[in-house]
Each structure stands twice: as structure tokens, then as C-alpha cells.
């Protein structure tokens, strides 16, 4: 059994702790029985002949500690495939390389500032067209596909203001336009708590940076599919391309999915306690939390998740003073960018990981001067609460 879920969501994936632990980590294939996977820093490997090797040439091409991670997170995200890469960037990088120029991509309007960046002042400088679609309403998403439309970028929650998208709402749309592919960010929510490719995706993409790591000690980004041909044409970017993670942060993405389902399971208890509590502080004006049915896309979330992460926002009362004088009285927490970890930590969007949106579009997304997000941690939740509340309280004296 998979085990019992959280109350309104999805049951658990079944088999996602075994498969953690143990695939693709099979101890037969080393000599010496490890029953941890070794990091394996060589860069080249003998071959019996010219052109006969073991399955490993140049450690671009293939390293047998990537395989095991990336042979883990395809069995964590249901798939056939997975593809590790040096980054989040380098992965979405590798995917737009699929495409060609005057291809158009359709990108969610609230996405990742760095996503933002790289189509506005990357992608949109090198042939290809990007628009940004409030991808929450199908119905938009389906007047803006075109016959160059390529690409539809989606990603769900939304960074930073947590907006939830119906995955297969919007794959069934883009799928009755042959040759369109449709990716998802699955970041923010995990391959615990969120399955896109079940659910209609063509690709599963991640900075791994944040929870599938989950120590934030790992630069890293990683890409599943189910489909070959995907699979044998990313492939081969990856190595023309050359954006391949280190062998150490192959072994240490490894080592940290091994505690992914118990990270996830206490990220979600201690995230709705934080947002149950922020909901009802008189300094705060708004939170933003899928798992909270007030949330706008509260019972699209159940659809398709198992649970939510750690990740919330929320508007505090006052003006920009008051956020930066929270910001900057917080003891747990953190005052830093990033997610995912199991330290605690805070940011403002604006001035932080968002500075490179543009103002108007900024305003237009929500992400004003008063906008805080939290990305809540695995520390005791009494704790959380109690830094919380003083933060709020010195934040108008």
C-alpha cells in the first residue's frame, strides 16, 4: 500500500520511498558490491578496442554516477528517462534548443525571474518568439496557439505568487496541435507531490537546486520524458551542448533524495501551519497558499497533487518599509534567495529574485513592494511561528 494521504489530495505515489532508496543504485554494478553509489571523477575510461568501450568514452558523454541519479528521478517521476544537467537554466536552455528559429513559446506570465530573463532578453534576442499567457485560465492558453507556436512553458505553482495550473486541462488543449510540446516546471512542488507527465506533459523539468536536492548545497537541473524520440534528441544536446553536472553533485542529489518523501511530508505540515497562522495575524493583508482552500485554485491543487510543499506568500500591511524591517528582524528564517532546503528561509520578490522582470509586468503580477515569500523549512514549528509573529510585531515599531 502506498499509505494514506493527506485528506482532499491525491493518494501517495505508490512505491516512492523504495524507489528512492533503491533504484538505479543497484549494488551488482560495481566490482565491490557498493551498496552506495561512488562518485566516479574520472573524465575518460578505457576501452577494449578502438571504439569498444564499456559504455562510458568521455565523462560529458555519460558518467556512471549521473546514471544513478538520473535513473532515480525517472523512477520518481513515473518516466523512462531522465537527463541531469549543471543547472535549472542549462536545462531549460537544452529544451529551447529543441526548437528552431521563428518557433513562438507560450510561457506562463508569473514564472521563475530567471525563466523571465532568459525568454525576454535570451530567447526572444535569438529568433525565437515568446509570449506570456496567464496559463490558469485553458481558455486563454488556447487563443494564443498559433501554427509556429512550438512550445507551452508552464509552471505550477507559480514563482512567486503560487498561482496552480490544471496541467491536463492545458495538455489536452495544446496536444490537438500536433508537434506542439508542453513543459512543466515541477520545481516548486517535487516528484513527491506532483507527477506532470501522468497528467499530459511532454517534459518534467527541475532546478534540483531547490527540494529534490533539498540542502541547498547542489547547483543542478534535471529533465524526464517518456517519449524516445525526446529522449534521443535532448540526449544528444546534452552532450553537444555540454551542460552536465559534476560527479560530486550527481552523488550529492543522489544521497538527497534518499529523504525526499520524509522532507516533503514535514515541509507540508510545517508550510500549512505557517500559513494558518500568517492567515489570521493582523499584520499580514493576504497569504497565498495552494494547500489553504481559500487559495483560488485550491481544488485544482487536490486534483492533481499529493500535498503541497513549504513554499508561501504573502502580503504584509504597510509599505516597503515594513517588509524590508520583517525581513530584516527574522531569526530562523533566513534573509536569503533560493528554496527548497530544509533551513528556512525569506525574500522579497521585487527586489530580489524578480528585479529583473520589469516594473509594469511586476505590478501586473502582484509582486509589489508588500510581497514576501517564505519558503518554510523543517525546523520545529513553534519555532517558525514564534520568529514569525516577533518579525511581524517589530516590523511597526
Known sequence: MAGKGTEGFLSPFKHFATNAIHAGQEPEQWRCGAVVPPISLSTTFKQRAPGEHTGYEYTRSGNPTRDCLEKAVAALDGAKY???????????????????TGDTVICMDDVYGGTNRYFQKVASENNLKVIFVDCTKPKCLEAAITPETKLVWLETPTNPTLKVIDIKACADIVHRHPGVLVAVDNSFMSAYFQRPLSLGADICMY???????????????????????LYERLKFLQNSLGAVPSPFDCYMCNRGLKTLHVRMKLHFKNGLAVANFLKNHPKVEKVLYPGLPCHPQYEVTKKQCTGCPGMITFYIKGNLKNASAFLKNLKVFTLAESLGGFESLAEHPAIMTHASVPEKEREALGITDTLIRLSVGLEDEEDLLADLDQALQAAFQ
Open 82 to 100: 531522465c537527463l541531469a544537467y549543471s543547472s535549472g537554466l542549462a536545462a531549460l536552455l537544452n529544451i529551447c534548443h529543441l526548437l528552431k
Open 207 to 229: 532546478s534540483a537546486t531547490k527540494y529534490m536536492n533539498g540542502h541547498s548545497d547542489v547547483l543542478m537541473g534535471l529533465v524526464s520524458v517518456n517519449r524516445d524520440d
